[in-house]
């Protein structure tokens, strides 16, 4: 299947999300977008040393280890993270 990248996030549904979820995820070989790591284990000691606060997210948010990470201004996607990664970004990086 071939999917055309970024898309716009905020018209995607959950099973559309997933599936560019996916395809960021083969196109990075595997790797967080944001700190290089492989997605199927941990950020990298950079990104693991940002502290966050779970409280600042809705339930469920770390229930899905790997996110698809979008840009919150202009709603296009940007690439497959850990979930901590995408906490990350969006505390400390505004993105």
């Given at each position: 299947?071939?999917?055309?990248?970024?898309q716009?996030?905020?018209?995607?549904?959950?099973?559309?999300?997933?599936?560019?979820?996916?395809?960021?995820?083969?196109?990075?070989?595997?790797?967080?977008?944001?700190?290089?790591?492989?997605?199927?284990?941990?950020?990298?000691?950079?990104?693991?040393?940002?502290?966050?606060?779970?409280?600042?997210?809705?339930?469920?948010?770390?229930?899905?280890?790997?996110?698809?990470?979008?840009?919150?201004?202009?709603?296009?996607?940007?690439?497959?993270?850990?979930?901590?990664?995408?906490?990350?970004?969006?505390?400390?990086?505004?993105?």
């Amino acid at each position: 299947m071939n999917i055309d990248l970024p898309q716009n996030y905020t018209k995607l549904n959950s099973k559309s999300r997933k599936t560019i979820r996916e395809t960021y995820i083969e196109e990075q070989k595997g790797l967080c977008h944001y700190c290089r790591a492989e997605l199927s284990g941990q950020p990298q000691k950079l990104a693991r040393a940002k502290v966050v606060h779970p409280g600042l997210y809705p339930a469920g948010f770390f229930d899905n280890p790997v996110h698809l990470h979008h840009c919150h201004e202009t709603g296009m996607t940007i690439g497959a993270v850990h979930a901590h990664c995408n906490a990350v970004l969006w505390e400390y990086e505004k993105e």
